[in-house]
């Protein structure tokens, strides 16, 4: 079992930056695979950020490429997600996944997944 809480989102102004935090925490926690996926009102879920536990592999979306950085501190058992130069587009719920099967790019492959952490970005 393994529980996910995200914090961090809010509202941003075009151009702008957040951090979001996901804190697992459960019998099975650590030695896992993160990520984070976004889904906006009418959208899929899609994927955005993936990395390993230990950091070495790492992979993200083309629409967020060179803007977000994900990372984690597995002393916390957390999982980061920087996002800088915001786009209007960027605008969805982001939600953490954990302990991906297969591949680590799609919803159905995520076993545990978090309440999801409103982000909004609009002038």
């Known amino acids: 079992q393994v529980t996910l809480v995200e914090s961090g989102g809010g509202l941003v102004q075009p151009g702008g930056s957040l951090r979001l935090s996901c804190a697992a925490s459960g019998r099975s926690s650590s030695n896992i695979p993160m990520a984070w996926f976004r889904q906006a009102p009418g959208k899929e879920r899609d994927f955005v950020a993936v990395?390993?536990?230990?950091?070495?592999?790492?992979y993200y979306a083309d629409s967020v490429q060179g803007r977000f950085t994900i990372s984690r501190d597995n002393a916390k058992n957390t999982v980061y997600l920087q996002m800088n130069s915001l786009k209007p587009e960027d605008t969805a719920v982001y939600y953490c996944?954990?302990?991906?099967?297969?591949?680590?790019?799609?919803?159905?492959?995520?076993?545990?997944w978090g309440q999801g952490t409103q982000v909004t970005v609009s002038s």
């Open positions: 990395i390993s536990w230990s950091g070495a592999t790492i």
């Open positions: 996944a954990a302990d991906p099967d297969g591949s680590w790019k799609k919803w159905s492959d995520y076993e545990y």
